[in-house]
């Protein structure tokens, strides 16, 4: 023991002095984390943008036109998804679904995302994890149009583990008073039009973690012939923003509104914007789902409902149109290499007073080779 280490023992009794380190929070590695997430930041902004990072708030000038200006708000998270990246070490795409599963929401009303803050929660701030965790966001945020306006990084000692992580975050978007997008405006005769997915998105992990590697006992790092890539790849394909896209939609074609299939899958999705008095009917036999989907079915022996409540199986986003502008709806997603195809069509209901959601959306036939 040195004089300094007996001088302080005097003082303190023998008692170690305590210290937010040694507690477990590093503030060094917080101050450092910010140096290395600071450039991803600035460069997914917009003009509207105040002041920069370090402030105690974000803002953001609402310029424009406006006539009637209406707020939109969706907050979001990844979900289980995080445990794959963990996994595997590999952190730079989780933020590119965090802001999908955010301003995919949005603009089903037909909101312009603004901006997005997000909510980082660690065990242990690693700098360059956090890092490439807020260089995905930014990814996204420069993807969907939207600025990334802060957010905050909280270190959680003895409640996560040092490796592990959490994300949520909120977005924010506006639309004119006389332009939002209702279910009110659907129509007998109106068409669906399916927007194709990039894999299982941010929703049914759970499920598929567990008939994959717990079960299945397959290796992350292990190729599959069936993806042309390893499992762990396969799992953290991004999901799909198509916030530009739709608002793409909006501007050529008459849209009556849109429905972003998350958890819950195809038919809860749609059947929360088709009205009283409707039905959805739509054809399975007009896709056949990514082999993502058919592995896991096969592998957990899950049914077909069971599969179709948990996961997209192929369906990320859903656009209704009037009939006439089903021509012009499709180029439009075609010009922007979304995959898209005519899922269905909207019609009277035989039960006008079909108060279940679940009575509005029906779906018929087998999907070919799946």
Request: charge should be negative; hydrophobic fraction near 45%.
């Amino acid at each position: 023991m040195t004089e300094r280490d007996a001088a302080a023992d005097e003082k303190t009794g023998g008692t170690p002095q305590a210290s937010y380190a040694a507690a477990g929070v590093d503030i060094d590695a917080g101050e450092r984390a910010v140096e290395l997430i600071t450039p991803h930041a600035k460069r997914a902004s917009r003009p509207e943008v105040l002041g920069g990072l370090g402030g105690f708030s974000g803002l953001f000038a609402l310029k424009g036109n406006y006539r009637e200006p209406v707020l939109a708000a969706a907050s979001d998270g990844v979900g289980t998804k995080l445990a794959v990246a963990q996994a595997i070490d590999k952190h730079d795409t989780v933020g590119r679904d965090l802001v999908a599963m955010c301003v995919d929401d949005l603009v089903v009303c037909g909101a312009e995302p603004l901006f997005l803050q997000d909510y980082i929660a660690v065990g242990k701030v690693l700098p360059e994890t956090v890092a490439e965790i807020v260089a995905g966001i930014a990814d996204g945020c420069v993807e969907a149009g939207c600025a990334l306006l802060g957010g905050e990084t909280a270190e959680h000692p003895g409640l996560m583990q040092d490796n592990h992580y959490d994300l949520s975050a909120t977005a924010v978007g506006v639309v004119e008073a006389d332009k939002v997008l209702t279910p009110d405006s659907v129509r007998a005769g109106d068409v669906v039009i399916a927007m194709g997915s990039s894999g299982l998105h941010s929703n049914g992990y759970s499920l598929a973690r567990k008939v994959l590697l717990e079960w299945g006992h397959m290796d992350l790092f292990g190729h599959v012939e069936e993806f042309g890539r390893s499992l762990g790849e396969e799992l953290l394909e991004p999901t799909r923003i198509y916030a530009r896209d739709c608002l793409a939609l909006i501007a050529e074609a008459d849209v009556r509104t849109f429905a972003h299939i998350t958890g819950g899958g195809l038919a809860e999705n749609l059947a929360r914007v088709i009205p009283q008095g409707l039905v959805a009917e739509l054809e399975r036999n007009t896709w056949t789902p990514a082999p993502i989907f058919a592995l896991i079915a096969q592998r957990g022996r899950v049914e077909q409902l069971e599969m179709e409540r948990t996961f997209n199986m192929g369906v990320g986003m859903v656009a209704v149109v009037a009939p006439e502008d089903t021509d012009r709806a499709q180029a439009v997603l075609t010009a922007r290499h979304v995959d898209n195809w005519v899922l269905g069509t909207i019609k009277r209901s035989s039960e006008p007073k079909n108060t279940e959601a679940g009575a509005r959306v029906s779906l018929v036939g087998e999907h070919p080779r799946f």
